[in-house]
């Protein structure tokens, strides 16, 4: 993760501000602007096979959870920051930051692909980050390179229970919101690249 030239820390409505009106995204740490990397298009095609199976499941079993994309920013209050990350399931009905239809700040599954230059950040920094939301019961961290997967599941309020899936006739159970999906789906056609 790459921080912008040193500046005054900005304040949460001035990122906000700046960000509404950006054509890139930043992600905004205690006051600092973080460059949001791009992804390649195995990195977007595998958050969309991710968003795309979870929805099948979740609508196949009639769960009213809402999914959605790298579009939505997670407010983390505990540290002041904003995160985007790759996908989200956000508890029944989402809560918002203020009178913002950006940002939630009740996600419940979060997602994240993770590239050569995303993931230490991704396994820790970021991920104890947003273990501070009391909503947030499961992480998700994809290898962009392989059908792997890093999975931790909240148990009670100050512990995780960590696991890892490998290959491509692996399930990946995702207890948070009830549903199972199958890797060969979430790294459907990535072989290609």
């Not at 500046?7 to 949460?12: D, G, K, Q, V």
């Not at 006051?31 to 609508?59: C, D, F, R, W, Y």
Request: charged share 20%; glycine share 4%.
């Amino acid at each position: 993760m790459t921080t912008l030239a040193p500046t005054l820390p900005l304040s949460i409505e001035e990122y906000l501000e700046m960000e509404s009106r950006s054509r890139v995204k930043h992600h905004y740490n205690r006051g600092q602007l973080e460059n949001m990397p791009g992804g390649t298009l195995k990195h977007n095609m595998i958050s969309s096979n991710v968003i795309t199976a979870i929805n099948i499941a979740l609508k196949t079993m009639r769960k009213p959870y809402l999914v959605s994309n790298s579009d939505t920013k997670i407010w983390i209050p505990a540290i002041k920051s904003f995160y985007y990350p790759d996908a989200v399931v956000i508890c029944e009905v989402p809560e918002y930051y203020g009178n913002r239809k950006d940002v939630i700040i009740n996600p419940l599954l979060i997602v994240e692909v993770a590239s050569p230059a995303t993931e230490n950040f991704d396994r820790s920094g970021k991920f104890l980050d947003y273990a501070t939301i009391d909503t947030f019961k499961e992480y998700l961290l994809l290898d962009q390179d392989q059908p792997y997967a890093r999975q931790s599941q909240r148990v009670n309020s100050d512990t995780w229970q960590m696991s890892t899936i490998q290959g491509m006739d692996q399930y990946l159970e995702l207890k948070s919101i009830g549903c199972l999906l199958s890797m060969q789906d979430v790294y459907d056609k990535t072989d290609m690249l």
